[in-house]
């Protein structure tokens, strides 16, 4: 056997350094070009990709025939690019980052400056409303820092009232970002963005278009906007009118949950998968044994392959044979870190302000509901009218506080990761609760295969219960 290394990331800058006049050669397209003649070429992998290297014209030329010609577009995920994104909206962010296959990395909003830090959106200047949108602005940058003095004064630490005072901050505040990316999922990301219907978007499309387009032009090779992403707005109108008028949406003030659906009969599904994983049954026989063997062995069964579990381990790979769909409302604050899950499949609608706002309890302990109450009412009347005029841009001047309908749907081994990080003590309280809510609907209906869905901080005691 032999284990080499091809290639790794390195700075942009240092790439340049090093590389002086030939910087133009310097491309991930290599990498990509040898690996796409592995499964043709009898020669090892190092000698093609010398002769990548030796002529990267050629290079690309057989990347464009494999990758676009062949449709062997997998070859494309082997050049990886590291993007830093500065000045982006957190609106912006929300759309960015639902590509799955990409790694991001973002400033935490803790340690944002309102007051400079936000975006003025072209649909809202040409709609006449830059003078409303920046009073707004102004108005919720005072509130802000009324905000964290008052919860600061009410005994919360430093990070408790930076994290809270947030949720007063528009969706309009910038953002900044790492992110890492393969060209495969790059391309999709700057055709899908290309054809958004917000201007901020498509200027995002066309930035990532020419700093990775130049450097890697035979593997992002159709980044344009399509007919097909662009009907998507003029579809979901047309399904609005179909489906009729909403019915009234009852305002809460923190996150909330429904299980809608759940695999039938969880726990032996789960037992089945283990019997059919580690036996030659085929799946209704391990199904019939799994029914057979009567509700404590199962649950023993089970436990079995957790005993030698620690708080960083995943559950076994046959978990994601358990599904659960969960709606959930949650303020713009906890979806942020909600979207960050990339194994789960989430449907937002909207955001809504009829929902209400979510409201931090030291934002009630400070005595400043008022305050947070006012700054979404006058957020809400800057949404109602720039939607009159630019509806797609009427979302920038949401609060986090503001609140938005979720399917979030995910399988039992992804739902045990999201509860250890997200029931932990360390965790943002709405996010924290709202994990809370989801696994004790899931113990409800999966109590065996759900024993040890909780937070890293908990998982020893868990365990211990369990196991003794
Ligand atoms: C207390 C706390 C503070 C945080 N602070 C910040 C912060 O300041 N900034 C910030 O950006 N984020 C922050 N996060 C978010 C965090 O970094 C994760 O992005 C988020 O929790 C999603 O979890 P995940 O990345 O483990 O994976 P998920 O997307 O939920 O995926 C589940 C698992 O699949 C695997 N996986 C998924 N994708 C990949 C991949 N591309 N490569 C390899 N394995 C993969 C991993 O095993 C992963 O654990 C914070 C989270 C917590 C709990």
Known sequence: MKVRLGGYNIDAKTIRELAGDRYGDMTPEIISASYARISRDPREVSRLREEARKDIEKARKSNTAIVFGLGHSSIAEHAVFNIDVMGISRLAVEAVEQFRLASFTEKSQRYIRLGRDFVVPEEIAKAGLKRDFKGLMKRLTES??????????????????KEDARYLMPLATTAQFGMTVNARELEYMISRLASHPLAELREFASKLSSVAGGIAPSLVKYPDPTDYFKAAPAIRVDIRRTAGRAGKSLAGDGPEAILIDVTPDADKRLAASLIFASTSMSHSESMR???????RRRAALIASTMEKMKPHDSVWR???????????????????????????????????????????????????????REAAELSGRVYRKIGSRAENARDYPLLNAHRRRVLFDINLRELYHFSRMRCDIHAQWEIRRLADLMCAMAEDKIPSGSVLLCGKDSFDRRKKDLFG
């Open 289 to 295: 044994r799994a029914a057979k063997l009567g509700k």
């Open 144 to 161: 802000y820092k009324s905000m964290y003095e008052s919860i600061r004064a009410a005994g919360e630490d430093d990070e408790t009232a």
């Open 318 to 372: 046959e978990f994601e044979n358990i599904r659960l769909l969960y709606e959930v409302t949650v303020s713009s604050s906890c979806f942020a870190q909600l979207k960050r899950h990339r194994m789960a499949t989430i449907i937002s609608q909207d955001y809504l302000p009829s929902l209400g706002i979510s409201i931090p309890d030291s934002v009630r302990k400070a005595g400043k509901v008022k305050l947070l």
